[in-house]
């Protein structure tokens, strides 16, 4: 008696019932969507914590920029580490003030503030940074730089300006104190 299982009809009839079974078409559909659909959400995610840490700096120096143009800084006469707290207390949920780079000095014209960010052999060159606590109706610029890292591999292609992979956050506030006696 010939085997009904490698019988061509029942080949036939297997093969049949397979192209209409589409119970693993939804799980192969997903495989071949997931990949790109994660990359997507974790690039959303990504930019999404750059942009967050970039507004959260840029709020840091404009309210600690403030307290300087007003006086408040000057007559406290705080020094390097007192100041780099008042910056680190407004953004530390987000960053390590450990990295918070600070350059505080006052210039005789607004056109001699630096706007190009000082970087050597891809970091940033903080050795020409200070902290000068200005007079009343002085010229000063406070900046501040803080590498922020990239976790996505993919997304470090795109968002990073330093030489370890990271992307570089600034913040300035540049201004004339007011008059005010130190």
């Known amino acids: 008696m010939p085997d009904q299982a490698s019988s061509p009809r029942s080949l036939r009839t297997r093969a049949r019932l397979f192209s209409r079974d589409r119970s693993g078409a939804t799980v192969i559909e997903f495989a071949m969507l997931a990949l790109p659909f994660f990359g997507l959400v974790f690039a959303t995610l990504e930019t999404s914590l750059v942009f967050l840490g970039e507004v959260a700096l840029d709020h840091a120096v404009e309210q600690v920029g403030r307290k300087i143009r007003t006086g408040e800084v000057a007559a406290k006469k705080m020094d390097e580490a007192t100041f780099k707290k ?3 207390d407004q953004v530390s949920y987000l960053m390590d003030c450990s990295k918070l780079k600070i350059d505080l000095n006052t210039y005789t014209s607004f056109a001699s503030i630096p706007i190009l960010t000082p970087m050597k052999d891809g970091d940033v060159d903080s050795s020409g ?5 200005p007079a009343g109706e002085t010229i000063t610029a406070l900046r501040v730089y803080y ?11 795109y968002l990073s300006d330093t030489a370890d992979g990271s992307h570089l956050l600034f ?6 104190t007011e008059p005010y006696t130190s």
């Open 86 to 88: 008042e910056i680190c």
């Open 129 to 133: 940074f200070g902290y000068k606590l």
């Open 147 to 157: 590498k922020w890292p990239i976790f996505t591999d993919v997304m470090r292609k």
């Open 171 to 176: 913040g300035m506030a540049a201004f004339r």
